[in-house]
């Protein structure tokens, strides 16, 4: 992480800049489009983002530890152990581990409800136990703390121009959405986890089931069972895009151009599985360089025009976000005692 973003964002101590470091080297390594979109906030908001998506990150990383040896119970005792420590640091702001550190001091300085980050936690452990899902509310249930609160998590960084609990619902569903798109993108690789995100009903309505996408995933081979099985959950995702999209213009203007390019390439993930034909049983869709380009560019002109807009205004939004601060309580919105 740069010093300029820490030092807007008024991080001073050094163990602690070194967490958010440490933070924007998960993000940057393991979320390439997520990264991209992060770089169109202001500067002081981007180590929030940082944090929150480090420690998801790390979480995930935990539950998917393939190869190493770490069967379910040792996986699980790894995420009670995060669990305690992630407790602690959010009670007191200790903790050993460089994620919880920072993510604990972003919680503080946003304000963030501390029973999203048990919702998330308690999403994580079901994934060392559940591999299906019999039906799309199973999966809803599930991607509550797996997805929803990331979002939820989010907005108090974003900041709104709405009361927040407005926003809330979009900014949940834009969560969903995006997973529901690396669901959809990862198909194979979740094989070889032994997990099945699609749903079985879905499936079955196709006359395909997670044997099928077995055989399909060892012998190569296509099965038009599956491919429209495929459509129908990208069908399925793009309705929660549309769930999501009112909610981009509730957020704070200038942090708008980094959510719609988020939602735009993620979106285009979608676009990338169809232009490979369905394949993502044996290869994960990617999206064009060059697309990528472009997203970028857009969101850096909107970002321009965003602080041209409110630099001439002379006033800040609706609602103001939450953001770092000296004190010893974390700020609230204007008008809230």
Not at 94 to 102: I, N, Q, S, Y
Not at 127 to 150: E, K
Not at 165 to 183: K, R, Y
Not at 315 to 336: S, T
């Amino acid at each position: 992480m740069t010093d300029r973003e820490l030092d807007a964002a008024g991080v001073t101590d050094p163990e602690l800049r070194e967490a958010y470091r440490h933070c924007r080297r998960l993000n940057a390594r393991h979320g390439r489009t997520y990264f991209l979109a992060t770089r169109l906030l202001p500067v002081e908001r981007r180590p929030a983002v940082h944090a929150l998506y480090g420690f998801a990150r790390w979480a995930d990383d935990i539950v998917d530890a393939l190869g190493t040896g770490a069967g379910p119970a040792r996986r699980d005792a790894e995420l009670a152990a995060l669990q305690r420590e992630l407790d602690k640091a959010l009670r007191d702001g200790a903790g050993g581990e460089p994620v919880v550190r920072a993510v604990a001091d972003t919680a503080l300085r946003y304000g963030i409800d501390h029973a999203h980050f048990a919702d998330f936690m308690a999403a994580m452990r079901s994934d060392l136990v559940v591999t299906d899902y019999a039906g799309y509310a199973d999966l809803r249930r599930y991607m509550h703390g797996s997805a929803a609160v990331i979002g939820l998590q989010m907005l108090p960084v974003l900041g709104t121009v709405v009361p927040r609990e407005t926003a809330a619902p979009h900014a949940a569903a834009l969560g969903v959405a995006f997973q529901l798109t690396n669901f959809l993108r990862d198909v194979g690789e979740d094989l070889d986890r032994g997990r099945v995100y699609l749903p079985a009903d879905l499936l079955a309505a196709h006359g395909a089931d997670r044997a099928l996408l077995r055989w399909s995933r060892d012998t190569g081979r296509r099965d038009l069972r599956i491919v429209s099985a495929l459509k129908e959950f990208e069908a399925l995702t793009r309705g929660v895009y549309r769930e999501a999209a009112p909610g981009l213009e509730m957020l704070d203007p200038v942090s708008r151009p980094c959510i719609r390019a988020a939602f735009v390439l993620y979106g285009a993930i979608l676009d990338a599985v169809a232009r490979d034909g369905y394949s993502v049983v044996h290869r994960r869709a990617v999206v064009p360089g060059r697309r990528r380009c472009v997203v970028a560019a857009d969101g850096v002109a909107r970002v321009v025009a965003a602080r041209l807009r409110a630099r001439g205004a002379g006033r800040r939004p609706l609602v103001r976000p939450l953001g770092p601060y000296d004190g010893v309580r974390p700020p609230v919105p204007e008008g809230v005692a």
